[in-house]
């Protein structure tokens, strides 16, 4: 099993920053690719950003160049820099990773358990 432990949520004004962090601890041989999603209040779940092993990263429009996302391997933790930030931010964000067990299993999805980010104007 996979956990993940996120935190640096919270209240900010517009303009103002802010950064998630999200550790993956347990049983694990490997973590393949790392990211967030979050979801605003009546809309969808979508994918903000994410890392893969090699360091290429994508994000969706609305947040490039004001978000930066990053990992460090050797602690397997994500992170999102989150600068200028907008109230249309405003969301529960989710991180998550694609881990395998063994090295002869599948890569399986594990999800944090969110952490608000609301954004004032």
């Known amino acids: 099993q996979v956990q993940l432990a996120e935190s640096g949520g919270g209240l900010v004004q517009a303009g103002g920053s802010l950064r998630l962090s999200c550790a993956a601890s347990?049983?694990?041989?490997?973590?393949?690719?790392m990211g967030w999603y979050r979801q605003a209040p009546g809309k969808q779940r979508e994918l903000v950003a994410r890392?893969?092993?090699?360091?290429?990263?994508n994000y969706v429009n609305s947040v490039r160049g004001r978000f930066t996302i990053s990992r460090d391997n050797t602690k397997n933790t994500v992170y999102l820099q989150m600068n200028s930030l907008k109230p249309e931010d405003t969301a529960v964000y989710y991180c998550?990773?694609?881990?395998?067990?063994?090295?002869?299993?599948?890569?399986?999805?594990?999800w944090g358990q969110g952490t608000q980010v609301t954004v004032s104007s």
């Open positions: 890392i893969f092993t090699g360091g290429t990263t």
């Open positions: 347990g049983s694990m041989f490997s973590i393949n690719t």
């Open positions: 998550y990773v694609l881990a395998r067990g063994t090295p002869a299993s599948m890569p399986d999805t594990y």
